[in-house]
């Protein structure tokens, strides 16, 4: 089985920093992208950052430049390091791993349990 676990929440400041990590665990035969993702109360999921196996990166517009995307390996920390952190990047943050199925026909997500960021004076 797979597992996503996110660590490094808490509260901060505004302007303050961050490093949010995810632990996987379990076989991941073939990763395709892994990322962090926010949910804020009443709102949509967005994406916030993703690295892909490559290691490209993608960003949202409103964290481009304050946050950065990271990670060891596919089975070990994936790390997003917010730095310059808005009350209003007050969220709970999800990380994700997708998977390719084989013949790579498909994918498959996995979501960790989400950890609380809160940003306030």
């Known amino acids: 089985q797979v597992q996503l676990v996110e660590s490094g929440g808490g509260l901060v400041q505004p302007g303050g920093s961050l490093r949010l990590s995810c632990t996987v665990s379990?076989?991941?035969?073939?990763?395709?992208?892994m990322g962090w993702y926010r949910q804020a109360p009443g709102k949509e999921r967005e994406s916030v950052a993703t690295?892909?196996?490559?290691?490209?990166?993608n960003y949202a517009d409103s964290v481009a430049g304050r946050f950065t995307i990271s990670r060891d390996n596919a089975k070990n920390p994936m790390y997003l390091q917010m730095n310059s952190l808005k009350p209003e990047d007050t969220a709970v943050y999800y990380c994700?791993?997708?998977?390719?199925?084989?013949?790579?026909?498909?994918?498959?997500?996995?979501w960790g349990q989400g950890t609380q960021v809160t940003v306030s004076s």
């Open positions: 379990g076989v991941v035969r073939s990763m395709d992208a």
């Open positions: 690295i892909t196996r490559s290691g490209a990166t």
């Open positions: 994700s791993l997708r998977e390719l199925l084989p013949y790579a026909v498909t994918s498959r997500d996995y």
